[in-house]
């Protein structure tokens, strides 16, 4: 149930905010949200940064477009979240600051105690004076009900409000975060994964590697790919070898009796 403000005493409306614990925890919390969205934005700056200096420059082609992709998306989700956390800190320290606006408008409830004891102790002797004190308690009751109540009440409604709206904004979820990673980027790795290389040890890319010599291989036409200095570690050839095979390839001093990389032909 909500807390009714207008049917509450002005002293009582006051107690309520004054007796608390205060501002100082809500304040604290917009300071540490300030600061994550500071360290956010300042990382999300050094990405940037980053990014400027490798794509295109250092690094190009397709790989690096995607990467760039990716390191675009997490930079912009970066700095949503950093603009997210300053509308936080920004919410909460509105919710502080409408506290202390509604505590200084309010009448300290001291006064308006000390306005209900003059008034009782005026009635109580009233009629001993024959009514002589019938204006006072008038006047007394005028500032009690027409001034402290109204005041304090208002006071306390505005301070609700400002609590309702931002109880409502700060509902509103994060953004969406950046996928850490493309869920095809394994299927396309493994792909990608086995490449010749060069011919002076660099990455050949999909450029076809030197060409090799053929042969036979238990009856089967080869092409024997190991050259010396290029390639990777030969594997064993397999398959039955024939007294042909036995005879060394001309020039090179390969027989079929050392480990070669067969592939058909």
Same mark, same amino acid.
């Given at each position: 149930?909500?807390?009714?403000?207008?049917?509450?005493?002005?002293?009582?409306?006051?107690?309520?905010?004054?007796?608390?614990?205060?501002?100082? =925890?809500?304040?604290?919390?917009?300071?540490?949200?300030?600061?994550?969205?500071?360290?956010?934005?300042?990382?999300?700056?050094?990405?940037?940064?980053?990014?400027?200096?490798?794509?295109?420059?250092?690094?190009?082609?397709?790989?690096?477009?995607? =990467?760039?992709?990716?390191?675009?998306?997490?930079?912009?989700?970066?700095?949503?979240?950093?603009?997210?956390?300053?509308?936080?800190?920004?919410?909460?320290?509105?919710?502080?600051?409408?506290?202390?606006?509604?505590? =200084?408008?309010?009448?300290?409830?001291?006064?308006?105690?000390?306005?209900?004891?003059?008034?009782?102790?005026?009635?109580?002797?009233?009629?001993?004076?024959?009514?002589?004190?019938?204006?006072?308690?008038?006047?007394?009751?005028?500032?009690?009900?027409?001034?402290?109540?109204?005041?304090?009440?208002?006071?306390?409604?505005?301070?609700?409000?400002?609590?309702?709206?931002?109880?409502?904004?700060?509902?509103?979820?994060?953004?969406?975060?950046?996928?850490?990673?493309?869920?095809?980027?394994?299927?396309?790795?493994?792909?990608?994964?086995?490449?010749?290389?060069?011919?002076?040890?660099?990455?050949?890319?999909?450029?076809?590697?030197?060409?090799?010599?053929?042969?036979?291989?238990?009856?089967?036409?080869?092409?024997?790919?190991?050259?010396?200095?290029?390639?990777?570690?030969?594997?064993?050839?397999?398959?039955?070898?024939?007294?042909?095979?036995?005879?060394?390839?001309?020039?090179?001093?390969?027989?079929?009796?050392?480990?070669?990389?067969?592939?058909?032909?």
């Amino acid at each position: 149930m909500a807390y009714s403000w207008p049917a509450q005493s002005p002293e009582a409306n006051h107690s309520v905010l004054a007796s608390g614990p205060g501002s100082g =925890s809500t304040m604290a919390h917009a300071q540490q949200l300030s600061a994550q969205a500071a360290g956010l934005q300042a990382l999300t700056s050094a990405s940037q940064a980053n990014a400027a200096g490798i794509y295109g420059s250092a690094w190009s082609g397709a790989g690096a477009t995607g =990467s760039q992709a990716a390191h675009t998306g997490v930079n912009t989700a970066l700095a949503a979240l950093a603009v997210w956390l300053e509308e936080r800190a920004a919410i909460v320290t509105g919710a502080a600051q409408a506290y202390h606006s509604a505590v =200084s408008a309010m009448v300290p409830a001291r006064q308006a105690q000390a306005n209900r004891m003059q008034e009782a102790a005026d009635v109580e002797a009233n009629p001993r004076v024959l009514g002589a004190l019938s204006p006072q308690i008038a006047e007394l009751n005028l500032d009690y009900f027409g001034h402290m109540w109204p005041r304090n009440a208002s006071a306390g409604s505005s301070y609700g409000a400002a609590l309702n709206t931002a109880t409502t904004a700060l509902a509103t979820p994060p953004p969406p975060a950046t996928p850490a990673a493309s869920p095809a980027a394994p299927a396309a790795a493994g792909r990608g994964g086995h490449r010749r290389r060069g011919p002076h040890g660099g990455r050949g890319g999909d450029a076809p590697g030197p060409p090799g010599r053929t042969g036979r291989l238990g009856g089967n036409p080869v092409r024997l790919d190991h050259q010396p200095g290029h390639g990777a570690a030969p594997e064993p050839a397999t398959g039955t070898i024939t007294d042909e095979d036995r005879r060394a390839t001309p020039g090179t001093g390969i027989t079929a009796d050392r480990h070669v990389s067969a592939t058909a032909v």
